[in-house]
């Protein structure tokens, strides 16, 4: 029989957005793929959920490549891509979180003699995860949540006043803000088929000028500490597929009681450890 418990992946591209993902995870063990890729697999306390982190590293191509393996190896219900971003919309002030409608991949396009014309690519958010989201953050008073799409494209952008400022404000002004991975990881999901996924990105700048001295005041970290909020407020929120039989890990055997049966939903019987000669019969009580 399949483990019931779903699992839920959770990626991110810097240390410091693994450790506040990291913070929420419980009974973690890490396991290795073949190829040296790591995770850690744990426990969303008062959940059914496996949680699976990995640090992938800074690049679209580098989290499409990684979350592609992931979701092969792991074969997770949901998929998140966590982390900080730069602001690209007034009102979108550091310490917001940003919950990513839609993920736009940015460098698409074709050059003509009469300038660079755009080819937008957009991926869109789950359904149930932007639901769950929006139910999630009205009970988070210390959260600032925008839903808006959000650019990536493999750049950091320090500069508004720059070429590429203007061809986001010119070609994606709807987007509230610019990181480096989203899209990557958004179109792995979507590549595997009915697979739930969402970025959501804390603001640590305000993609300007001002970004060093953003980043020297700490606002990396407080921007990745409310997007991990928001991520797992998400996760306790977000029901799992009716009869979900997600593995976290291949290797890893049933959920154990402490009477030392296997823990299983519905109307199963673990057979398992015993010796049978013949066909057995059963029947439902009533209880549970």
């Not at 998140?80 to 002030?93: E, I, T």
């Not at 409608?101 to 957009?122: D, L, N, S």
């Amino acid at each position: 029989m399949p483990e019931t418990q779903p699992t839920a992946l959770v990626l991110t591209a810097l240390p410091l957005e693994y450790d506040a993902v990291r913070a929420y995870v419980e009974k973690r063990r890490e396991r290795v793929h073949r190829d040296g890729t790591r995770v850690e697999i744990g426990q969303l306390p008062s959940t059914t959920w496996h949680i699976a982190i990995a640090e992938l590293g800074v690049g679209a191509g580098r989290a499409a490549a990684l979350t592609t393996l992931l979701i092969s190896w792991l074969n997770p219900e949901a998929v998140f891509f966590v982390g900080v971003a730069g602001s690209l919309k007034d009102d979108v002030g550091i310490g917001d979180v940003v919950i990513g409608t839609q993920v736009y991949e940015i460098h698409g396009g074709k050059q003509t003699p009469e300038g660079f014309q755009a080819r937008p690519k957009a991926h869109s958010a789950s359904h149930a995860l932007v639901q769950s989201a929006r139910s999630a953050v009205r009970d988070m008073a210390d959260v600032r949540a925008h839903f808006m799409p959000i650019a990536t494209g493999d750049v950091v952008l320090a500069d508004a006043e720059s070429e590429i400022a203007g061809y986001l404000r010119e070609n994606y002004n709807d987007a509230g803000a610019i990181e480096m991975e989203g899209s990557g990881a958004a179109h792995a999901a979507h590549l595997n088929g009915q697979l739930d996924a969402l970025v959501i990105r804390g603001i640590s700048d305000r993609a300007d000028a001002g970004k060093r001295d953003a980043d020297a005041a700490g606002s990396q970290e407080l921007a990745a500490k409310q997007a991990a909020a928001v991520t797992f407020a998400v996760l306790r929120k977000h029901r799992p597929r009716q009869g979900s039989s997600a593995s976290s890990d291949p290797e890893e055997g049933p959920q154990r009681r402490g009477d030392g049966g296997a823990t299983y939903g519905g109307d199963h019987i673990d057979f398992r450890g015993g010796t049978f000669y013949g066909p057995v019969t059963g029947k439902t009580d009533g209880r549970r």
